[in-house]
């Protein structure tokens, strides 16, 4: 059986989400089966993956298209889960969990919201005491400051 080798996330788009996920509280990057995901214990609140080819499968029908193209999936919960799951693109909404959310990202992402939705997701899965910690009024301002 052969092996499929997944697309590789562009660096720059690395570059961008790893400060946003790495500078909450005890927030850590691993690779992921594929793509890159930020973990708060062992609950990932981000994960960042290439779809190409229709690769992976899971990926490229929930968005659905066949690449190349870059997603992110991360958590939401109430309202704003609703809101998300039905804006259309660039969000869509995978079927695997009812509270992941997807993002295609590209030259139109608003890294500003991008900063806002990670730093909720994080909120979400953290402990209370680590999510009591988290500025979430300065998530904004610190992604304008990478720009």
Known sequence: MARYEYADVPAEVLARLRPLCLGLPEAYEEQAWVGTRWRIRKRTFAHVLAIDSGYPPAYARAVPVDGPVTVMTFRSRGPELAVLANAGPPFYKPDWAPDVVGMVLDAGTDWTEV????????????????????????????AELGE
């Open 115 to 142: 900063a806002e939705l990670l730093t909720e997701s994080y909120c979400v899965l953290a402990p209370k005491k680590l999510v009591a910690l988290v500025d979430r009024g300065s998530a904004g301002a610190d």
